[in-house]
């Protein structure tokens, strides 16, 4: 922690000046920091690896109140950018992918000089874990975890049906072929989920493809590799039937019905493995995801944010600095995977009858990609790709070309124009906040 003393009017001697320096340097030392912080996160899964953190803490920090604070994902969003430009909203919070849109409306501190000032070492994080929450040179998210993605299915349903287990590193086509053997009337084969992270995504990844440019301005979904997949795994509902209908998943998501033993195999998240293992047992088995070109996944992690509003940065940044220690990520293991370089294994040893460890390859394969990303309008476009391929999975006459080419062209229209980009700042259903709005209510 930093703190700025005035120097003396007049310094007699030198020995005076060092013992200046010395009273100085103790008097930093003892600072500590106090006062009250507001933490927002949103599982509550993880509420009892928060409360730890929480602990831990303030055994080093007994003069700093935390007040943590669960909020369901369904509304998370919604109070941040309603709270977070008033001032009203939490000192530190988790994000995800949508902090372009934080970075952009300067809702989020900027945590670079305090890193290089305190010495915090960011190599002890994955390369890909520190570039989704940085900027141009700037940081403004201290990693938290990062996602693993992977194949799930339900031995019982393969021995039900003589069928062999999957095995790492299928191609489509035995997946598909697994799928089929294993689809009847009680129970599909496989679920194709219009979900990116845990789905189509990591399908036009291992496909060569990409959904936002690499210089994060233009669009790609509507190339060659992008559409393959999604043809692959639209075909597997309407065309192949061993896959739940779009209709059928609003019923009953998917997850759900994997782990009530509806469908054989789903792709999904590391996060997802408590509750299958809950449901399924020793009957829950994990393979690497199928591979059509390459090996890829959607590689996403957690970051703990500090707002630009707040009142008490300093206690707010050593506690993101805890949080973001070996120590923390230890004690937050068992509800997912570390970003701290190691701690990631002791996660994996928490659920290594089901080979667990297989999800935290993906991350590093050369193939894999983060979550679509554009510098402006990030929100808009993302709602726009969201609606493509909700529209492509609920028709099971759809033109995938065509949908894939108009949501091509919409996002490109916004995130390459630089008086809408300007304009809008975040939207979140029909709820838009513009630059005007934000300074408005940042001033009132």
């Known amino acids: 922690m930093k703190r700025t003393l005035k120097k003396g009017i ?13 009273s100085v340097t103790a008097l930093a030392d003892d600072t500590k920091a106090s006062g009250k912080i507001n933490f927002y996160y949103w599982d509550a899964d993880q509420t009892n690896e928060v409360n730890k953190v929480i602990e831990l803490f303030n055994e080093q920090n007994p003069d700093v109140e935390v007040v943590a604070t669960q909020i369901p994902s369904g509304e998370y ?14 000192d530190v919070f988790w994000m995800n992918r949508n902090i372009p849109d934080y970075i952009n409306a300067d809702l989020v501190m900027d945590l ?11 190599s002890v994080y994955p390369q890909f874990a520190q570039d989704l929450y940085s900027r141009d040179g700037s940081i403004y998210a201290i990693p938290k975890d990062y996602d693993g993605i992977g194949l799930f299915y339900n031995k019982a349903i393969f021995d039900e049906m003589g069928v062999d287990y999957p095995t790492d590193d299928m191609s489509w086509d035995e997946l598909k072929d697994l799928a089929t053997k294993t689809t009847n009337e009680y129970h599909y084969g496989f679920i194709s989920q219009n979900i990116g992270n845990i789905c189509y995504q990591d399908f036009i990844y291992s496909n060569g493809g990409r ?12 190339e060659e590799p992008a559409v393959e997949a999604i043809q692959y795994l639209h075909d597997l509902m309407y065309v192949d039937k061993v896959a739940p209908s779009y209709a059928e998943l609003q019923e009953m998501k998917g997850t759900d019905m994997f782990a009530a033993g509806q469908a054989a195999m789903i792709t999904a998240g590391s996060w997802s493995l408590s509750s299958f293992a809950d449901a399924l047992g020793d009957d829950l088995g994990i393979c690497t995801m199928p591979v059509a070109k390459t090996p890829a996944i959607t590689v996403h992690g957690l970051g703990y944010c500090i707002s630009s509003k707040t009142e008490n940065p300093d206690a707010c940044w050593e506690f993101v600095k805890f949080c973001a220690s070996k120590e923390a990520q230890e004690a937050t293991a068992a509800s997912a995977i570390p970003a701290y370089k190691g701690c990631d294994q002791i996660w994996a040893d928490t659920y ?10 993906g ?21 726009i790709l969201t609606e493509a391929m909700t529209n492509i999975w609920a028709d099971e006459n759809a033109d995938i ?28 259903g029909n709820h838009i906040i513009n630059k005007a709005t934000l300074l408005m209510t940042a001033f009132s």
């Open 401 to 428: 070309q065509a949908i894939l080419d108009q949501c091509d062209a919409d996002i490109e229209a916004i995130t390459k124009n630089k008086t809408i980009a300007d304009r809008t700042i975040m939207k979140h």
């Open 112 to 122: 670079t000089d305090r890193i290089e000032s305190d010495g915090v070492d960011m």
């Open 211 to 222: 959904i936002s440019s690499e210089d994060n301005i233009g669009c790609e979904v509507n």
């Open 10 to 22: 007049c310094i007699a001697t030198a020995a005076m000046m060092v013992a200046g320096m010395t």
């Open 77 to 90: 969003w919604t109070k941040l950018q309603t709270s977070l430009p008033t001032g009203t909203g939490p």
């Open 352 to 361: 290594s009858q089901y080979d667990a460890e297989k999800l935290l390859a």
């Open 363 to 383: 991350a590093y394969y050369e193939g894999s990609l983060g979550n679509p990303w554009w510098d402006k309008n990030f929100t808009d476009a993302n709602t």
